[in-house]
């Protein structure tokens, strides 16, 4: 069992930064592979980024590749998801999620934050 507690979150203006982390309970943590997903009002959950259970691998959306970076801190329990140049679209809840491997679908994690919320105004 793995529980997830995002934090970071907050209102920017376009072309800020933001550093999001999610703090995880359990041993097992670096047994599993991490990932961040977003859904804005009105539309479905979308995968932002993943990382391996090492941190060796890492795996981004088009829409966020060369401005997001996610790593992982296995000694802390916690994934981060540094967030540079962003854009209005980027608003959104922002959920990070644990499971057995490395995908770009909700499917595949067991294991999910409540949210923080990400809002990027103009």
């Known amino acids: 069992q793995v529980q997830l507690v995002e934090s970071g979150g907050g209102l920017v203006q376009a072309g800020d930064s933001l550093r999001l982390s999610c703090a995880a309970s359990g041993r097992t943590f670096s047994r599993y592979a991490m990932g961040w997903f977003r859904q804005a009002p009105g539309k479905e959950r979308e995968f932002v980024a993943a990382i391996s259970w090492s941190g060796g691998n890492t795996y981004y959306a088009d829409s966020v590749k060369g401005r997001f970076t996610i790593s992982r801190d296995n000694a802390k329990n916690t994934v981060y998801l540094q967030m540079n140049s962003l854009k209005v679209e980027d608003t959104a809840v922002y959920y990070c999620?644990?499971?057995?491997?490395?995908?770009?679908?909700?499917?595949?994690?067991?294991?999910w934050g409540q949210g923080t919320q990400v809002t990027v105004s103009s």
């Open positions: 999620a644990a499971g057995p491997k490395v995908v770009p679908s909700y499917e595949g994690y067991d294991y």
